[in-house]
């Protein structure tokens, strides 16, 4: 069954420092997005991306974060300078459609885990 | 703003059947979603209601009532793998028609033999 997966599973940064989180999509889907759910915490939307460019960003995605398809795979999210509060599972998701009569099923990778210090 | 309210825990034991509720608050909704997720784990779709009513799919049901800004998940014939955290989402198109998901809480759902 395809999946998406993420690299890396666990990511330690110091503060200040830049951060490329990874993840390579579901092959044929074309809708994707970064969520982060800090320890104990609900699950927050931060992004999403269709057709090479932000579709739309949530209050916590500021100018510290940006996200990028570089090739047909690959789906990053980089924060330029991290702070402690940063510190939070990031996990990517993709979709094969979203009109809004679909099923809207998103297929989650297993996460990052970023703990800056 | 949005908001989603859900238990924070549930138990029951093996063969019960559970309900989790949710009741929401969105400008823009346009669907219901529930995601499992055990611990650590990736979250995982289980369903996505955009009309009234119930859906089946095997041992879970999910049902939506968009007048009442209610819906719930039923597990049937729960077994021990169910232990696990059950979140609903909102998806809102408020900013996009693509839409974003609005997660509650999550309910820690434990199973006991």
């Known amino acids: 069954e395809p999946e998406v997966t993420q690299t890396p599973s666990h990511q330690v940064t110091q503060m200040g420092q830049e951060v490329i989180l990874r993840c390579v999509p579901i092959s044929n889907h074309l809708y994707f997005y970064w969520y982060r759910q800090i320890l104990g915490q609900k699950v927050e939307f931060l992004v999403s991306f269709y057709n090479n460019e932000i579709s739309e960003k949530s209050e916590i995605f500021d100018d510290q974060f940006s996200v990028e398809r570089p090739d047909g795979s690959n789906f990053t999210l980089k924060i330029r300078s991290t702070k402690l509060e940063d510190s939070a599972m990031y996990f990517c998701a993709s979709s094969a459609t979203a009109y809004l009569l679909s099923s809207y099923e998103q297929y989650f990778g297993p996460g990052t885990r970023l703990t800056v210090t | 703003g949005q908001s989603l309210e859900q238990p924070s825990e549930v138990t029951a034991v093996e063969g019960a059947i559970v309900q989790i509720n949710c009741t929401y608050q969105?400008?823009?909704?346009?669907?219901l979603s529930w995601y499992q997720q055990h611990d650590g784990g990736a979250p995982t779709f289980l369903s996505y209601?955009?009309?009234?009513g119930l859906e089946e799919t095997g041992r879970f049901s999910s049902f939506l009532s968009r007048s009442d800004s209610y819906g719930y998940l039923l597990l049937q014939e729960l077994q021990m793998k169910d232990s696990a955290s059950y979140f609903c989402a909102v998806r809102d198109v408020l900013g996009s028609t693509l839409g974003r998901l609005y997660f509650g809480r999550g309910t820690q759902l434990t199973v006991w033999p």
């Open positions: 209601n955009a009309l009234d």
């Open positions: 969105t400008s823009g909704f346009y669907g």
